[in-house]
């Protein structure tokens, strides 16, 4: 049995949420710490970060220290028809910290359901993505979006990627006032313009979000996306996690690799995201699959700093003896404690840094 005083806050976290998945049916995936350079060479706009720390192979081979474990996961994923391969991971990956902005050895874990995905599947990751945020601190959000519903009112707007490039990157800021400034740069009408403006500022809980988005005349395909987002809240109106959900249509991931719903998952005391997630048919069909996958990451190096140290104390006992007590004696006692419960450390003289909760001194006592 585990005794979860001697585990850091994100081991604990972990063997949470790798109990978590396996109820789910998702299995374990490993993989080694190396892979070829190419394949994040290929993809890297998928990535979080795109600095990569790379070395060459015996065979001349350039290998990368993986800053990333979805694009392996996909890379060894097979297509098979009609059905999902439930993969979840525990891996360190290897990239620039958001804390530190220096490379680090990061943990971090997460699932994927690869393969003929449906609204259940959809539903089950989100939903695994609110408790997996649930299992660190009942202080969470998480925020929802859905690709479609932006990429239809973007052509129906103006077809021009510059113009749309332009576009996303001032929804992701919430800057109303700039895409207003591109729209009369590009000629844009001015009913449209004020429909891309007010976009920019819809967030809250479904209801309210839902009627506006119902509101907007744009075209079969923005329907058929508000009505799958709709689908899902309705599904999570029914969970313990309805009152975390927002919908925000800030969150624009790239739209050459992503599709569909994809989310952001935020702690309190954290001031960056820390699970990324959503649905990745392009990036699959970029290699050559035919599955459709949806996923998230949760990054535990952000714990760090959230918790306070599980024990003021690394010991509770302290036990001190010399050379007059025998080894017997010494075991004897030690254990005692120790079949108390009590975390025990024998030594000849006090620590500087060891921080215990009580002594027991037997120095002296021959038996």
Not at 311 to 316: A, G, I, L, M
Not at 337 to 363: C, F
Request: charged share 30%; with cysteine; hydrophobic share 35%.
């Amino acid at each position: 049995m585990i005794d979860e005083r001697y585990l850091k806050n994100e081991e604990r976290v972990i063997y949470a949420l790798r109990s978590l998945y396996g109820r789910y049916g998702y299995l374990p995936f490993n993989m080694s710490k190396f892979e070829e350079y190419e394949l994040y060479v290929k993809n890297k706009e998928f990535l979080v970060s795109d600095s990569v720390i790379t070395f060459n192979d015996t065979n001349g081979k350039l290998l990368a220290l993986k800053p990333d474990v979805t694009l392996s996961i996909i890379k060894n994923c097979q297509d098979e028809k009609g059905v999902k391969q439930k993969l979840y991971y525990n891996e360190n990956v290897y990239r620039v910290s958001g804390s530190t902005r220096q490379f680090k050895e990061l943990m971090q874990t997460g699932l994927e359901c690869i393969g003929d995905i449906d609204l259940y599947d959809t539903f089950e990751v989100v939903s695994l993505a609110c408790a997996s945020l649930a299992e660190i601190s009942n202080s969470y959000v998480l925020e929802l979006s859905h690709l479609g519903i932006l990429s239809s009112l973007l052509d129906n707007t103006d077809k021009n990627e510059e113009f749309q490039g332009a576009v996303m990157e001032c929804i992701k800021q919430k800057n109303s006032h700039e895409i207003k400034s591109l729209c009369e740069k590009y000629g844009v009408s001015e009913d449209k313009a004020a429909r891309l403006c007010n976009f920019v500022s819809i967030y809250g809980k479904a209801d309210d979000v839902l009627e506006k988005l119902y509101s907007y005349n744009v075209d079969d395909s923005f329907t058929n996306a508000v009505n799958e987002l709709k689908s899902i809240m309705d599904l999570l109106d029914g969970t313990d996690y309805k009152n975390n959900v927002r919908i925000d249509f800030s969150i624009v991931n790239d739209m050459n690799y992503y599709n569909g719903i994809v989310f952001n998952g935020f702690i309190e005391g954290i001031c960056e995201t820390i699970l990324f997630g959503g649905r990745y048919d392009k990036m699959l069909k970029k290699m050559n699959k035919s599955s459709s996958g949806i996923g998230f990451a949760l990054y535990l190096d952000l714990l760090e700093g959230i918790y306070k140290d599980f024990t003021e104390y690394d010991v509770d006992t302290l036990i001190l003896y010399d050379e007059a007590v025998s080894i017997a004696q010494l075991d004897s006692c030690v254990k005692e404690y120790l079949q108390n419960g009590k975390r025990v450390s024998a030594q000849k003289s006090v620590p500087t840094k060891l921080r215990y909760k009580e002594i027991v001194d037997i120095r002296g006592e021959a038996k």
